[in-house]
Nanobody, 128 residues
Framework: QVRLVESGGDSVQAGGSLRLSCAASAYTSSSVCMGWFRQAPGNEREGVASFYRPGGSTAYAESVNGRFTISLDNVKNIMYLQMNSLRPEDTATYYC????????????WGRGDRYSSWGQGTQVTVSS
């Protein structure tokens, strides 16, 4: 399993931006599905975005499409989530995850059980 460590969470006002980072230890495979998830208190975990390495294909939840951008620095082994136009409903603990290539399938990328490695989470709070 790959070790993942998130950072970048903070408290911001609505309309602001944040960039989350997920540093990964060495991958055990050249092909991997990387994902961002979030969970707010009382809510189920939600898939936010996914990135298929090495192909670079991405997927986004409808609620963040057009506002968030997922990217991967293959040299540094760091995955990013650029979050713009933040809303109070984006408030949650954000987690990064890694899984086998099949986790990035269009009908399953948002399912947490498809991923085998998880970070500890970073808190994002958006105030109105």
């Amino acid at each position: 399993q790959v070790r993942l460590v998130e950072s970048g969470g903070d408290s911001v006002q609505a309309g602001g931006s944040l960039r989350l980072s997920c540093a990964a230890s060495a991958y055990t495979s050249s092909s991997v599905c990387m994902g961002w998830f979030r969970q707010a208190p009382g809510n189920e975990r939600e898939g936010v975005a996914s990135f298929y390495r090495p192909g670079g294909s991405t997927a986004y939840a409808e609620s963040v499409n057009g506002r968030f951008t997922i990217s991967l620095d293959n040299v540094k082994n760091i995955m990013y989530l650029q979050m713009n136009s933040l809303r109070p409903e984006d408030t949650a603990t954000y987690y990064c995850a890694a899984g086998p290539p099949g986790a990035c399938a269009s009908d399953s990328w948002g399912r947490g059980d498809r991923y085998s490695s998880w970070g500890q989470g970073t808190q994002v709070t958006v105030s109105s």
